[in-house]
Antibody, heavy 117, light 110 residues
Framework: EVQLLESGGGLVQPGGSLRLSCAAS????????MTWVRQAPGKGLEWVSA????????PYADSVKGRFTISRDNSRNTLYLQMNSLRAEDMAVYYC??????????WGQGTLVTVSS | QSALTQPASVSGSPGQSISISCTGT?????????VSWYQQHPGKAPKLMIY???NRPSGVSNRFSGSKSGNTASLTISGLRAEDEADYYC??????????FGGGTKLTVL
């Protein structure tokens, strides 16, 4: 059974940093691209970033480019999202999902990031 | 990066069929057969319902189907059931090698 478990969310001040993790199990993690998607409270889904199976391709949404960094550790079956210079508009539930840009076949339950002073 | 355009809401009675449209451009929906659809119930994670325009993952009811014409994709749900009431999002690959979602459609089963 595929499982994706996000962690690392919490309260952070504007301008601060946070690193999200997503622990994967139930599939060969190193063979699949992975993606981060976020959802602001009461709003729709927003594609954030993806990473290829080897980590060599890492596209970003314009809204986070230069501030967020996606990475993965295939030896630990873990996906990461380093978020710097956080803004109020980054407040959202962050989901990790199995798959790349084409489609996302499994999703975690999400971790909430709150940006507030 | 503009989102794909979906109607804010649609509704239908049990047993009826409804369709949800998803309009993009030739740089996303119209240019690639990488349109997917997701169902999200309140407080839950999204679930993949259709991928690559018209393919259903294992376990998804055949009451759900997808299609595309030009820059517009559609999700059709036939034989509406109460449990289909949810938010639905389309997504597409974009020529900038990024992904994009639609704004979401709230389906109400009357």
């Amino acid at each position: 059974e595929v499982q994706l478990l996000e962690s690392g969310g919490g309260l952070v001040q504007p301008g601060g940093s946070l690193r999200l993790s997503c622990a994967a199990s139930g599939f060969r993690f190193s063979s699949y691209a992975m993606t981060w998607v976020r959802q602001a409270p009461g709003k729709g889904l927003e594609w954030v970033s993806a990473i290829s199976a080897t980590g060599g391709d890492t596209p970003y949404a314009d809204s986070v480019k230069g501030r967020f960094t996606i990475s993965r550790d295939n030896s630990r079956n873990t996906l990461y999202l380093q978020m710097n210079s956080l803004r109020a508009e980054d407040m959202a539930v962050y989901y990790c999902a199995k798959g790349g840009i084409r489609f996302l076949d499994y999703w975690g339950q999400g971790t909430l990031v709150t940006v507030s002073s | 990066q503009s989102a794909l355009t979906q109607p804010a809401s649609v509704s239908g009675s049990p047993g009826q069929s409804i369709s949800i449209s998803c309009t993009g451009t030739s740089s996303d929906v119209g240019g690639y057969n990488f349109v997917s659809w997701y169902q999200q119930h309140p407080g839950k994670a999204p679930k993949l319902m259709i991928y690559e325009v018209n393919n259903r993952p294992s376990g998804v009811s055949n009451r759900f189907s997808g299609s595309k014409s030009g820059n517009t994709a559609s999700l059709t749900i036939s034989g509406l059931r109460a449990e289909d009431e949810a938010d639905y999002y389309c997504s597409s690959y974009r020529s900038t090698n990024t992904g994009v979602f639609g704004g979401g459609t709230k389906l109400t089963v009357l």
